[in-house]
Structures are given as C-alpha cells and as structure tokens.
C-alpha cells in the first residue's frame, strides 16, 4: 500500500510539472488559430473555426528568415564537422612533433568563454569587411564550434581498433582515405550528435547575428523573429503562427534523431 | 628518392589535417581573446589607433552607478537560476528514476526534453506575451483569482516587478538538458549500493539524503557551474525585453558591455567589462574543476 502511494505522488507531481511546462506552448498553438475577435473574447479557450489565414500571412513574412537560418546552420555545421574530424584524426591516431601542445592549444579554448574576445572579435570581422555578410557568422561560428567536437571525436577516434589502422595502411589506403572510408562512417552516430548540438546552437544564436548583420536580407531567424513581433505588434494570429512556423524545423529534427539526441545531449554534457 | 620524397611529404600530414583548425582557431578566437586583455587598457573606438590608459576603464567600471547596479541584478540572476536549475530537475529526475515503468520514464523524459527544441527566441517572445500586463496569460490569472485591476502587477513594465520577471520567465524550470544529466547520474548509481543501503534500514528521505544526493554530486556541480558560467555572460533577454530597463532595474555587466561597444562606440570600456566577466568565470571554473576532479569518475555507460 506505501509502495503504491509514493508512485501515485511522484506520477501527479511529474504531470502537474509537465502541464505547466507544456501550457504556455500549448497556448501558443491555440492563440496561432485565433482571428482579432476570438482574441479578445474568447482568448484562452479553443475558438472555431480556425483562422489558417494567420499562417499564409506569418509565412510570407518569416519564409525568407528560415531559409537564411538553413544556410547559415547548414554551412556552419558542415564546415565544423569536417574541420573537427580533420583535426581529431591525427591527433587520436598519429604522433608527431608537438602533438600534445597542439592539443592543448585546441582544448584550452573550452575554459575560454565567448564573454572574453566577442567585442574584439567584432572589431576584427569588421576590419576584414566581414560585417553585413555571413562570412561574419560562418568564420567564428566554424573556429568556435569545432573546439568541443575535437574533444569528443579525438578520443572516439583513439578507441577504434588500431588493426583496423594496419590493415587499411598495408594496402596502401592513405590517411585521407583511411578517414573518410573507415573512420567517419564508424563515427557516424557520435558525428550526427555533435551535428545536431552543432546546428542548435547556431540556430538559436541572437547576440553575435545581432553584432554583425544589419540587412534585413541577410538576417538569420531569430533576428527575424523580433523584427517580425515588431511588425505584427498586436495582430496575435498571425505573430503566433509565425513563432509555431519558426519551432517547426527544429521540432523535424528532432523526431529524425530523437534516440541520439536525447543520449548525446546527456553525454557529451557529462563530458565537459 | 621516390620512397624518401613520400616519407617526408607523410610527416606533413599531421600539420595538414591540422591546419584548417589551427588557423581559425588563431584567427577567431586566440587573437580576439589576446587583444582584449590589451584594448582593457585602452580607450579604442573601433576605428583609430588604440590609445593606452592604464587602469582607467576598471576604475571607471568600479566607480560606475549602473555596472554596480548591472552586477547586483547578474548576482541575483544567476544565484536564482543557479538554485532551480540544480534543484527542480533534479527532482524531476529523481522522481522519473523511481517509476520503474521503462515505457512510462520514457513518456516523461520525452516530455521535459522536448520544450529544448523550441526556439529560444520563441520562448522568450511568448513570455513577453504571457507577462504582458494587458492580454497576458498570468495578469488573465490572477485577475480570475480575484486580484483587482489596479493591484495587476505591470511585470516587465515597472523597475518594481522587471527583475523578478526575468526570473519567472521559465516557470516551472524544468530545464530538459539538467533533467538528463540527473538521470544519467542516478542510472548511475550501481543496484548493489541501494540494495545495501535498503538491507541497512534505509528507506524513502534517509536513502535519498545519504545514499544518492552524494552520489550525484559530480551532476550537481556540473550544472551548478554550467549555469554560474551562463548567468555571467547571458543578456539575450535584456537585448529583447527591456533594454535593461526600466531604469536599470535589469541591467547586466554583460548587457553594458554590448552596449558600450555597439551604441556608444566605447571598445576599451567594452573589452574591460568583457575581461572582467572572464576573470570571473574562470575563478568559479578552477575551483569547480578542483572539486569535480577528485570526485568519482563516471564512465560513459
């Protein structure tokens, strides 16, 4: 009888958190259905019918904003990967002169918080006539990134077999090849993790686009967003269904690497 | 000389891999880290020639009203987020581990994870909508309570409530990442200690308190410092909300910092906040490394 009790509290607790948690997005998709009436009469209930005019006018606005977000993440990550697992390689699975120093150099970047350099950092994007172009966010967006993958990826590439290594080697693989053939596809689920973290990150970045991109053309989604909410003020259709649109990219990747997301989040955080 | 021309080319291929790293690591982050320490002493603008000065940026910081006042709110800040960042999901955490349901603790991560894909800009503009004094969802409550109109709070809106505000934002703080780092560490925690704690009497408060609180100090920690570290840095929601406003009612170091540089031109103040903030974290860093490293070491399953 004790035993059931406590399970009964833990679950009612761990409801109650996960409804208020939930509520204000849940209010979010309602009020995105809502025309101006229904707002002010019937805020917090579900109205009908829904007004689905809201989201051809939110996506005319915000469309533009989530594609410049998709190259800007899509060129950051691809960039970070590859210089990250150029970079973990031979320092996982060759030796060479200063390798420990190298390595030191690279992962002493951790205990460096962005705080420190982002206003020279501005300065100098500037003086290489970076400002108001996505040079500016790739260039410090690839150098920063890759910092955290090196750590991870050197040591899962130092865990592989090493007959693995003289085997490719024997026949004549270079290491190049011996990269790009053995060791990435056997690294496929710790690089689509860091990916992922990767592509959030930049995805949710607001300061740093902030600094450096004043085209409206050019701005990522999250500076979209608070142009957009400056746009709509108090037309709340239309501005929630574009907050609904704009959570939908993030919300597919997710359901594609829930499992790895979920698992990699904890561990690589453990990591650090 | 052919097989002696490929050796010597071989030993470069390390530095070649390398390099693409190397050379934005140097470029993006150790030379703008460098010249901050040098533009502190300076009063740069951005465009002419630094010009040295000494201490006068930090004298001028410690002297200044509204950086003592923008350090009093990030201590605020940060100690509050510190406290229901180690605390609710922990919680949360502990209560998931003890449903034995794998079906169940599946449904309920999910549950707490998922908030972590939205946008934080979407969060954060959907706050500013539930706190808005007029249409907002917690005025809507509390009026429904019975609060009378002129006793709504104004929450963003008055120098009284904004502070307190950016500290509601959240609510209830389940933050899905610390929820997963607390499940993480008590799946840790081996079968055969709490089965000998329970042989030994311990049940419900005392097996939690004595047997898996000090088990997970190395989580605690974790997020305990990971969240001293963002509280330090963080003004996205000054930058969106208020300006640090009204007032300087929720003003930052870092949010000073940001607006030094970009409206009022002044690099070297800037850069001298920035440092300062650096030093900081990396004080709170070496003690917390200290500790974590003597501590149990967890191996990755």
Same mark, same amino acid.
């Given at each position: /009888? ?5 399970? $009964? %509290? ?60 998709? %190259? ?21 699975? /060759? ?6 120093? %190298? ?104 300061? $740093? ?45 997710? %359901? ?13 955080? /453990?990591? /650090? | #000389? ?5 050796? +010597? ?51 001028? #910081? ?26 609710? =999901? ?30 934080? #800009? ?19 409550? *509390? ?13 963003? +809106? ?21 929820? *997963?780092?607390? *499940? ?5 925690? =081996? ?7 329970? #042989? ?29 570290? +963002? ?12 300006? +640090? ?7 930052? =170091? ?40 003597? @501590?149990?070491?967890?191996?990755? @399953?």
């Amino acid at each position: /009888m004790k035993v059931d009790k406590g399970v $009964w %509290i833990r679950n009612i607790v761990l409801i109650i958190l996960g409804v208020l948690t939930f509520i204000p997005l849940l209010m979010l998709v309602n009020l995105s259905f809502k025309d101006a009436n229904q707002f002010n009469l019937h805020r917090w209930t579900v109205t009908f019918p829904f007004t689905l005019a809201n989201y051809k006018d939110a996506w005319a606005a915000i469309s533009d904003y989530i594609w410049n977000s998709f %190259i800007i993440s899509g060129v950051t990550v691809i960039g970070v990967l590859a210089f990250a697992c150029l970079a973990a390689y031979p320092l996982a699975r /060759m030796s060479f002169f200063m390798k420990e120093q %190298i390595y030191f150099l690279i992962i002493a970047l951790l205990m460096i918080p962005s705080v420190l350099s982002l206003v020279p950092l501005f300065g100098l994007v500037n003086k290489f006539h970076m400002v108001d172009s996505w040079l500016g966010l790739w260039g410090p967006y690839i150098a920063g990134g890759q910092v955290f993958c090196i750590f991870v990826l050197r040591s899962f590439f130092a865990s592989l077999p090493e007959e693995m290594f003289e085997a490719a080697r024997l026949d004549g693989a270079g290491e190049l090849r011996i990269l790009l053939m053995i060791v990435m596809p056997l690294s496929k689920s710790i690089i689509s993790t860091l990916g992922v973290l990767n592509i959030l990150n930049t995805w949710n970045d607001y300061v $740093w686009p902030l600094m450096v991109i004043n085209d409206a053309k050019l701005k990522p989604l999250t500076l979209g967003l608070v142009s957009f909410q400056q746009q709509f003020v108090t037309n709340y259709g239309p501005l929630f269904a574009g907050y609904v649109i704009a959570s939908i990219p993030l919300i597919i990747l997710f %359901i594609f690497a829930s499992k790895q997301f979920a698992e990699g989040l904890a561990g690589s955080a /453990m990591k /650090m | #000389m052919k097989t002696r021309g490929l050796q +010597g080319m071989k030993r470069w291929i390390p530095y070649l891999f390398l390099a693409p790293t190397l050379i934005s690591l140097l470029t993006f982050n150790y030379y703008p880290a460098l010249s901050a320490i040098y533009y502190s002493f300076t009063d740069w603008n951005g465009f002419n020639a630094p010009h040295f000065i000494g201490f006068d940026n930090f004298v001028e #910081m410690v002297k200044s009203l509204d950086f003592q006042t923008g350090f009093r709110n990030m201590l605020i800040i940060t100690v509050f987020s510190v406290f229901v960042s180690v605390t609710i =999901p922990a919680i949360a955490a502990e209560f998931i581990y003890k449903i034995q349901k794998p079906g169940l603790q599946h449904f309920y991560r999910l549950m707490f994870v998922f908030p972590l894909v939205i946008p934080g #800009m979407v969060i954060l503009l959907l706050w500013q909508f539930l706190l808005n004094p007029e249409v907002g969802l917690i005025n809507s409550v *509390l009026s429904s309570l019975g609060v009378s109109e002129e006793h709504l709070p104004l929450w963003l +809106g008055s120098p009284d409530t904004a502070l307190a505000s950016f500290m509601l934002i959240g609510f209830p703080w389940v933050n899905g990442v610390g929820v *997963l780092i607390y *499940l993480a560490g008590f799946q840790n925690i =081996p079968r055969s200690v709490i089965e000998a704690a329970q #042989m030994d009497g311990a049940t419900g408060w005392s097996l939690i308190w004595r047997i898996e609180i000090p088990l997970i100090t190395s989580q605690i920690k974790l997020i305990a410092i990971l969240n001293i570290i +963002g509280g330090i840095q963080a003004f996205q929601n000054q930058l969106v909300l208020t300006g +640090g406003g009204p007032g300087y009612s929720t003003t930052v =170091p870092g949010f000073i910092m940001y607006q030094s540089a970009m409206s009022a031109s002044r690099f070297g103040y800037a850069s001298a906040i920035g440092l300062v903030l650096f030093v900081l974290i990396f004080i709170f860093t070496l003690i917390n490394n200290k500790y974590i490293k003597s @501590d149990t070491e967890y191996s990755p @399953d």
